[in-house]
């Protein structure tokens, strides 16, 4: 759809979120592709779970369009032990702003889901179409269905109010400056530490969650900011889409290429007392190639190392990896 009523050296953007991981690669892509206006909301500053902060963030800063990427998120661990506050935030951030960005008149709403939506027996690869064919996997329930839920209040906004707003479901991303805390981190960078923790201590084995069964897809970050950016610019449809890079890895099979790529030469022990989450995920992208141009380009071998390293040169010369 012809979205060339976006006039990027004109508009306001506003990125929710735009101060972490994915959103600071995202805000660089806006700038490059000649978005000059680029607003970051701080959560310092604004508390998007309360309504008044919302408020306040909108009349601050006028946006004429929103890339809300502002979520509270984390891997198994963290949706086992706080799976309330993750439903409700995450709803409660999406589910306000984009009332108050449709009052306000913003121009466009890019909303970012999960692919933790999807039902837990999803058959592979996961189309958008199979979006709604069961419930999802137990331990990302919370945090998935409040992230569900803003798909359907932007069709619902979409059909009465004419509102303009599209909805991105991206896979597990990793990349340079991902967030490696003990408590919150997702599986790449929780591998990356473990590994270079222990061969920095000299230990002969480690340990990770569950048998090492389930598969992943992984997108670099990088990608997934281009994917983002692109979607804003060409975008403009009712349909979900998701953002991926196409293929699948066994938990197993990536421990032991990060052990590899980290210089790890010990064992790995599987803790099957942990869970394994979903059992497999890889993400059907043609929609997003063919509705507005996207195909990742990372070589996952290529981004794992340039991953491995930024923690190396950043964090990674102590014996625990701190």
Same mark, same amino acid.
């Not at 004109?10 to 892509?29: N, Q």
């Not at 978005?35 to 800063?61: E, F, G, N, P, T």
């Not at 803003?150 to 619902?156: C, F, H, K, R, T």
């Given at each position: 759809? *012809?979205?060339? @009523?976006?006039?990027?050296? %004109? /508009?306001?953007?506003?990125?929710? !979120?735009? &101060? ?57 661990g963290a949706n ?48 958008? *179409?199979?979006? @709604?064919?069961?419930?999802? %996997? /137990?331990?990302?329930?919370?945090? !998935?269905? &409040?992230k569900k839920m ?7 906004y979409r059909e ?163």
């Open positions: 759809m *012809d979205n060339s @009523w976006l006039a990027p050296s %004109e /508009e306001r953007v506003l990125v929710t !979120g735009g &101060a972490g991981f994915l959103g600071s690669y995202v805000v660089r892509r806006l700038h490059a592709q000649g978005w000059k206006h680029v607003i970051v909301a701080h959560h310092r500053d604004y508390d998007l779970v309360q309504m008044a902060d919302i408020d306040r963030l909108l009349s601050d800063v006028r946006p004429t369009v929103i890339i809300h990427l502002a979520a509270v998120v984390g891997g198994i086992r032990a706080s799976p309330g506050r993750f439903f409700y935030e995450n709803l409660m951030m999406g589910t306000h702003l984009m009332e108050q960005a449709r009052l306000a008149g913003v121009k466009k709403f890019i909303g970012i889901g999960t692919i933790c939506s999807y039902p837990k027996h999803t058959p592979v690869p996961f189309r958008e *179409d199979d979006l @709604w064919q069961g419930y999802p %996997e /137990e331990t990302n329930a919370p945090y !998935g269905l &409040a803003l798909l359907v209040q932007a069709q619902a009465q109010y004419g509102f303009n707003a599209i909805h991105l479901l991206p896979v597990n991303l990793y990349g340079p400056e991902d967030n490696f805390d003990d408590e919150s981190s997702h599986v790449i960078p929780a591998l990356i530490k473990k590994c270079i923790s222990a061969r920095n201590a000299g230990h002969a084995e480690l340990t990770a969650w569950g048998d090492g069964s389930p598969t992943r897809e992984f997108l670099y970050v990088e990608d997934a900011a281009e994917a983002i950016v692109l979607a804003t610019e060409r975008y403009d449809k009712a349909e979900p889409v998701n953002i991926g890079a196409g293929f699948e890895i066994s938990i197993r099979e990536l421990s032991e290429l990060v052990a590899e790529l980290s210089g790890f030469h010990g064992q790995i022990a599987w803790d099957t007392s942990k869970p394994n989450g979903q059992p497999r995920r890889c993400l059907d992208t043609s929609r997003a190639e063919q509705q507005f141009g996207f195909r990742a380009s990372t070589d996952f071998r290529t981004g794992l190392r340039r991953t491995i390293d930024w923690y190396e040169q950043t964090r990674g010369s102590s014996p625990d990896g701190s």
